[in-house]
């Protein structure tokens, strides 16, 4: 029998790449200074991400898998 993965479509995780590397972005870029400018820079490719996300339907991703049957 073939199991299924919950690993979502290649658009998603290109989405949610997108928004690690402006967490990341921003991380960096508090303890160097702070630099603010890079900060906003990294808060700016989340909300890309994020829109990215949206466009692609990253919330259609989900896994609907059969009820769980809790022996008793």
């Not at 690690?20 to 820079?41: D, R």
């Amino acid at each position: 029998m073939a199991e299924t993965g919950h690993g979502g479509r290649p658009k998603s995780w290109v989405a949610v790449g997108i928004m690690i590397l402006g967490f990341l972005i921003g991380g960096i870029a508090l303890p160097i200074g702070p630099a603010w400018w890079l900060f906003w820079a990294g808060a700016a490719v989340v909300v890309l991400g994020g829109l990215y996300g949206l466009a692609v339907g990253i919330t259609n991703d989900t896994v609907e898998d059969d009820p769980r049957v809790i022996p008793g």
